[in-house]
């Protein structure tokens, strides 16, 4: 048995637990982080023997761990596709890379309870934002059904017939414009919304570059990514396929490689900063990345079965779940900090 202070019992459950939260996380296309965070809180503590108690940060910095496992493959998956560009990309990651590992080794300073209430409330927001657009827009859910590596925001933008229709197609070639180099510049509108066209080259006319909102938006997924895990994918998908108009095909992996090195940028910063600057980090603080690595063999095998389920539940058990899971697990990890602390007991 592999010294890690956790059982053979115990090693069998981290791999069950891992594939259940991650089989629930690919089912609604969350971020992993939603969930792993809290449950690495409040659950594996109780169930799990041998499972420290472990501190926001530790939690947090397991949860990026984990998602590094999940987030490699699919980018990759991304990547075999021609769905990214790497021009756009790299322009956004100079901004959230840095701010990434900053916020990471900033939020060292930030009392735990804060941290807790700040993540918290950023899923009772976004479970609001999804109830306003789902009541207040036409269906969403069927797209997540065919596309399940897609999140719910990325839907937001998808330029389907009516029944999936959000925002109408204005996108301008003009914008964004296609490189030379795939076809030159889209004909038609269907063209313009499904074209895998690169956007991030071409000369000063015609390249994309970053306007101030965008720099804005990117430093705030950078932070939150740094802060709390989550988010900055689904800041920089609405903030390519809703303001920029960038074709759905190519937003979804650019933002899904800029999700993964951010998040690699910021467990990076955690690892050196356990390595090189304990005084930063605490005295005796540490992530149990040897335990995480059982969760990740369950993540490998739970990706496969959320995507199976995803196709197969109906738009209104999928839409009334994701909201719900964003609002529950929202409001119990505000309260349980108010109430009684951000550790385990």
């Not at 303001?243 to 940028?265: C, E, N, Y």
């Not at 467990?267 to 980090?281: C, D, G, K």
Request: charged content about 10%; glycine content about 10%; overall charge negative.
């Amino acid at each position: 048995m592999i010294d890690v202070g956790v059982p053979a019992t115990g090693m069998v459950l981290l791999v069950l637990l891992g594939f259940t939260i991650a089989t629930i996380v690919n089912t609604f296309a969350m971020e992993a982080a939603v969930l792993f965070t809290p449950a690495f809180l409040f659950v594996f503590p109780l169930v799990v023997p041998g499972f420290p108690d472990l501190a926001i940060n530790a939690a947090i910095g397991l949860a990026l761990f984990v998602e590094l496992f999940g987030y490699s493959s699919s980018v990759a998956a991304y990547w075999y596709r021609h769905q990214i560009d790497f021009n756009v990309a790299g322009k956004i990651l100079i901004i959230t890379i840095p701010t990434a590992m900053l916020a990471r080794t900033a939020s060292y300073s930030v009392s735990s309870d804060a941290l807790m209430v700040g993540f918290g409330v950023l899923l009772v927001v976004l479970a609001v934002v999804l109830y306003e657009a789902h009541e207040h827009g036409p269906s969403l859910v069927d797209t997540v059904a065919e596309k399940p590596e897609l999140s719910l925001l990325a839907v937001l933008s998808e330029e389907y017939e009516p029944r999936t229709r959000v925002l109408s197609d204005t996108h301008d070639a003009e914008e964004t414009p296609p490189s030379a180099a795939m076809g030159g510049p889209a004909e038609s509108v269907a063209e313009r919304a499904t074209g895998p066209a690169l956007m991030g080259d071409g000369d000063d006319a015609t390249a994309f570059h970053l306007e101030r909102p965008d720099v804005a938006i990117s430093v705030l997924g950078g932070t939150l990514a740094g802060l709390v895990g989550i988010a900055i994918g689904e800041l920089t998908q609405t903030m390519l396929a809703l303001r920029r108009r960038v074709p759905l095909q190519l937003s979804t992996g650019t933002s899904a490689l800029v999700l993964h090195a951010t998040i690699v940028a910021a467990l990076v910063a955690n690892v050196l900063l356990l390595r090189y600057a304990p005084s930063i980090t605490g005295p005796g603080f540490t992530v149990p990345f040897d335990v995480g690595i059982f969760v990740a063999m369950g993540c490998l095998f739970g990706g496969q079965a959320g995507a199976y389920l995803n196709n197969r539940l109906s738009e209104t058990t999928v839409m009334a779940m994701l909201i719900g899971l964003y609002f529950v697990v929202g409001v119990f990890v505000v309260g349980r900090t108010l109430l009684l602390g951000g550790v385990a007991h």
